[in-house]
T-cell receptor, first 114, second 112 residues
Framework: KAGVTQTPRYLIKTRGQQVTLSCSPI?????VSWYQQTPGQGLQFLFE???????NKGNFPGRFSGRQFSNSRSEMNVSTLELGDSALYLC?????????????FGPGTRLTVL | AQRVTQPEKLLSVFKGAPVELKCNYS??????LFWYVQYSRQRLQLLLR??SRESIKGFTADLNKGETSFHLKKPFAQEEDSAMYYC??????????????FGTGTKLQVIP
């Protein structure tokens, strides 16, 4: 099976702009989670979607939002970008999103905010 | 709220020496614990999970509920073990849905 794919791989934006990142899960996986990875904080959970519904959410401001489509593909949007949003954004998919499921990660989108 | 602590940012060991990567967690319920690994220029991937009680690439991890720890161990380090290691805690919310909390990671450097 093809792995999790994320587009674009790299992105440069300026403060105040908005950005949309895309994630295509492994075929058959219905759960998609998003994480922000930074050197100091490690991986921080943003949110998880299953069957187009957000089931879990991390402690991020409302500027971070997402959605999932009927084909399980997911998008993440960040509005009013801040310098601190510069990070690697990882998407992970799993079959059903239960606690014992392994997560399969994409390569990430590197976002730089200038 | 759940939390995962990996106290060491960097752990350097010589080839052939034992390795122990520490992980402590805080969670009042029954946790599902994982170790993920990220080799240079590769994706983050699962190394092992406590529910499987398996040994992968010579690594083992035992869940100690009394000490709330899930340390990763290997008796003899190899150069190819050099990577970033993340401990992760997965819990289900009231709806039974998964939320994964990762530690900040430990970089393992195996010196030839």
């Amino acid at each position: 099976k093809a792995g999790v794919t994320q587009t674009p791989r790299y992105l440069i934006k300026t403060r105040g702009q908005q950005v949309t990142l895309s994630c295509s899960p492994i075929s058959g996986h219905r759960s998609v989670s998003w994480y922000q990875q930074t050197p100091g904080q490690g991986l921080q959970f943003l949110f998880e979607y299953f069957s187009e519904t957000q089931r879990n959410k991390g402690n991020f401001p409302g500027r971070f939002s997402g959605r999932q489509f009927s084909n399980s593909r997911s998008e993440m949007n960040v509005s009013t970008l801040e310098l601190g949003d510069s990070a690697l954004y990882l998407c992970a998919s799993s079959p059903a999103g239960t606690s014992f499921n392994e997560q399969f990660f994409g390569p990430g989108t590197r976002l730089t905010v200038l | 709220a759940q939390r995962v602590t990996q106290p060491e940012k960097l752990l350097s060991v010589f080839k052939g020496a034992p390795v122990e990567l520490k992980c402590n967690y805080s969670y009042s319920g029954s946790p599902e614990l994982f170790w993920y690994v990220q080799y240079s220029r590769q994706r983050l991937q699962l190394l092992l999970r406590h529910i499987s009680r398996e040994s992968i690439k010579g690594f083992t991890a035992d869940l100690n509920k009394g000490e709330t720890s899930f340390h990763l161990k290997k008796p003899f380090a190899q150069e190819e073990d050099s990577a970033m290691y993340y401990c992760a805690l997965s819990v289900s919310n009231s709806g039974g849905y998964q939320k994964v909390t990762f530690g900040t990671g430990t970089k393992l450097q195996v010196i030839p």
